[in-house]
Nanobody, 116 residues
Framework: QVQLVESGGGLVQPGGSLRLSCAAS????????MRWYRQAPGKERELVAH????????NYADSVKGRFTISRDNAKNTVYLQMNNLKPDDTAVYYC?????????WGQGTQVTVSS
């Protein structure tokens, strides 16, 4: 059974940091590109960060460049999103996503709220 389980969300003040984790099981994690998406209330889901399966190359949305870092640990079947200098606009549900060719999986999401 395929599972992507996110954790690490919560309430943080502007300027603070959080680290999200996504634990994968039920598929060959190292063969899949991994992404973090987010969806704020009333907005479409948007891609935040991507990490390749092969060379672990990364890409980021312009809105998070220099503040967020995606990484993966294939030995632990886990992908991370380190989020620094958080802003109120970062408030959203964050989703983990795995993709290999036409096969993809989604996690259930974790809420991140940035507020004073």
């Amino acid at each position: 059974q395929v599972q992507l389980v996110e954790s690490g969300g919560g309430l943080v003040q502007p300027g603070g940091s959080l680290r999200l984790s996504c634990a994968a099981s039920g598929f060959t994690f190292s063969s899949y590109a991994m992404r973090w998406y987010r969806q704020a209330p009333g907005k479409e889901r948007e891609l935040v960060a991507h990490i390749a399966s092969t060379d672990a190359g990364t890409n980021y949305a312009d809105s998070v460049k220099g503040r967020f870092t995606i990484s993966r640990d294939n030995a632990k079947n886990t992908v991370y999103l380190q989020m620094n200098n958080l802003k109120p606009d970062d408030t959203a549900v964050y989703y983990c996503h795995a993709r290999r060719g036409y096969v993809s999986y989604w996690g259930q999401g974790t809420q991140v709220t940035v507020s004073s």
